[in-house]
């Protein structure tokens, strides 16, 4: 009767489990509960790893288990959580693949290589309650299911991107991005080191960069309408990294198998640059300054622009590629991954157009235009980056007038400057802004911190991301990344709201089979990630939850259609200027709105009766301005 009691249980407890869907991001490849009761995870427990290397990450593990739980755990070489280098390689998972099995004894990660046991350990610690994100010790049920992971990369490229230069971050912030990036298996940190608003890395031979480049003057409120910056103003909004500094950031980084890809942004967004060198640019214009995020630019749309400062390095000038040999030696020698990232984008050509020199220097190589002298340029960096045994990734603008012989391209334009460069034998790294730029609105702009991005990328629409064009050979794709420029993302907090949970979409994207996408199970999984952040401490954005107000005419009337990102939510709404909650009107179709200047609908939504998603304030002058046209018949 014992025997048949303690079977049932097991059943029900497997039952339940099949039940539940995991909640790892990013998901698996291979997921199953199994039918045994879960690993209970206590003071007894033990870690071990079988080689060095497989205890270091052992350690990791130990550490980050007992500041949640307090529980001491002393590495060794066998333990009740094993780690495993396998001795005969695994095929099947590669050099970042994991199998993951737990039973009610017993966990093991095993691994061919080190990376893969960490992925490993950041799946197993998904599996453990919320609470062990806690920064101090929690109480929970510490308990693991048991279950049989398989799991492995789609893409070997998988890149978080990160500007310092328009806000600068300190360096235990960095750790702290550097650190969620880990936990979902991203393995590239793009970091964007230099442009107008600041260049942030000591180059010893070139102390100006730091002294003027670093310092901008300090400017409170919106970006893009400050008051240009005058002579007479003190720069005191300031900071670098120092080399130092950077070795320990790029040594943190390894700890959790991630490389830095450091970005010099060349020649374009060079005024922190021309600020403290004036000869490297054609005018050789004393008055640039570090720009506090003032308007210097004329944007008229289609990616056509007029600078109104000389912020661009002269093609022409020796002098200038003397001066990249000196940063590019500094640079890589401070990071050992294989790539350096030279930039590329929006510069602007009208100083070459009226430079004697430029004009000189085209004429003797016989370059017709300027995109061609663009390329010039390039191609010589290339050649300063390949000296230093590094390669040269760059933004798509590089393949205007002609790509440099081995350049790969990160192609933030859409997918075509991807296609265009795989189809020319060059690898690529997929970054569309239309679905991967997370500077921009994630919800409504009446809600939302940034109400004046020119675009949207929801949630949704990230997820639906696909990096593989059908036309081009997949082996060129070395994968994606998501990017996040900080115009107007001034703190930490505010850089994870605007990167969580879009760069939980492309953690999927980039490590997770590509047909086993699901939007209502990324949703479930995203949600509980959610309740982790929360007790950990770290921000995120709820805009996938909030309703979704557009308009329409029907027979005359205005009407405001309402929907949500997230399935399975309960709208509400009022017209009578009262905060709607569960009780008043609930949303079932369309809504008439009234005439009158003063009417504006508010919209929240709920689930289980609590308040999911923050309430939307829309005028009926707004909602007008968000008709969708009536398709023809």
């Not at 420029?485 to 089979?513: F, G, H, L």
Request: aromatic share 10%; hydrophobic share 35%; with cysteine.
């Amino acid at each position: 009767m014992q025997k048949l009691l303690i079977l049932l249980a097991l059943v029900f407890a497997s039952t339940l489990l099949q039940s539940q869907n995991n909640s790892i991001i990013p998901q698996p490849v291979s997921f199953t509960y199994t039918r045994s009761l879960p690993f209970k995870l206590n003071a007894g427990s033990t870690i071990g790893g079988n080689t060095a290397e497989a205890q270091k990450v052992a350690r990791q593990l130990a550490d980050q288990i007992t500041r949640a739980t307090g529980y001491r755990f002393t590495v060794r070489k066998q333990g009740s959580i094993q780690l495993t280098l396998n001795k005969t390689a695994n095929a099947e998972i590669g050099d970042e693949g994991y199998t993951l099995n737990v039973t009610t004894s017993a966990v093991k990660i095993n691994a061919n290589k080190p990376a893969g046991l960490f992925y490993g350990v950041q799946s197993l610690l998904q599996l453990l309650p919320p609470e062990i994100e806690s920064p101090t010790v929690a109480t929970a049920k510490w308990t693991i299911p048991a279950c049989s992971v398989v799991d492995y990369p789609r893409f070997g490229w998988r890149g978080l991107m990160l500007d310092v230069s328009r806000h600068f971050f300190p360096k235990e912030d960095v750790k702290r991005y550097i650190d969620r990036m880990s936990r979902y298996k991203y393995n590239v940190f793009h970091w964007h080191l230099t442009d107008d608003e600041g260049w942030r890395i000591e180059i010893k031979s070139l102390p100006k960069l730091t002294q003027i480049g670093s310092c901008r003057v300090q400017r409170y409120g919106k970006w893009g309408v400050h008051d240009a910056p005058k002579k007479t103003e003190a720069p005191t909004d300031c900071g670098f990294y120092t080399q130092e500094d950077i070795k320990e950031i790029v040594a943190y980084a390894a700890e959790r198998h991630i490389q830095i890809l450091p970005e010099i942004d060349v020649p374009g967004h060079n005024s922190a640059a021309v600020a403290s060198y004036p000869e490297l640019c054609c005018t050789q214009d004393s008055t640039v300054m570090v720009s506090p995020g003032h308007k210097f630019a004329e944007w008229y749309g289609n990616g056509q622009f007029k600078m109104m400062v000389d912020n661009t390095l002269d093609p022409s000038s020796e002098k200038v590629y003397t001066f990249l040999d000196k940063v590019f030696t500094e640079v890589a020698a401070l990071f050992p991954f294989q790539y350096i990232h030279a930039g590329g984008d929006e510069c602007y050509h009208g100083y070459w157009e009226n430079d004697p020199d430029c004009q000189a220097l085209m004429q003797k190589e016989g370059l017709k235009t300027t995109h061609e002298l663009q390329s010039y340029f390039t191609k010589r960096v290339e050649k300063i980056v390949k000296s230093k045994g590094k390669k040269l990734i760059g933004w798509d603008e590089i393949l205007e007038g002609g790509l440099a012989p081995e350049a790969a391209v990160m192609s933030w334009r859409g997918l075509e400057g991807g296609i265009e460069a795989a189809k020319l034998g060059h690898f690529v790294v997929m970054s569309p802004n239309d679905y991967v730029y997370t500077d921009l609105l994630q919800g409504d702009p009446l809600v939302e911190p940034d109400q004046t991005s020119y675009k949207s990328v929801r949630l949704q629409k990230t997820y639906s991301f696909e990096p593989v064009p059908a036309e081009i050979n997949p082996t060129y794709i070395l994968g994606g990344q998501a990017n996040l420029w900080t115009e107007k993302v001034p703190t930490i907090r505010q850089a994870e709201y605007m990167t969580w949970p879009r760069a939980w979409a492309t953690a999927d994207i980039y490590w997770s089979p590509r047909d086993s996408k699901n939007w209502d199970a990324f949703t479930q999984r995203m949600e509980k990630h959610m309740e982790r952040y929360d007790i950990g401490g770290f921000n995120y954005a709820r805009s996938s939850f909030d309703p979704i107000v557009t308009g329409s005419m029907v027979n005359g009337k205005l009407m405001a259609n309402v929907t949500t990102e997230v399935n399975g939510l309960e709208i509400y709404y009022t017209l009578d200027e009262s905060i709607p909650d569960k009780y008043s009107r609930k949303y079932t179709g369309p809504i008439e709105i009234p005439d009158g200047k003063q009417v504006t609908l508010k919209v929240s939504t709920y689930r289980n009766g609590k308040p999911s998603g923050r309430m939307v304030p829309i005028s009926r002058e707004e909602i007008i301005k968000r008709v969708v046209p009536a398709k023809a018949p």
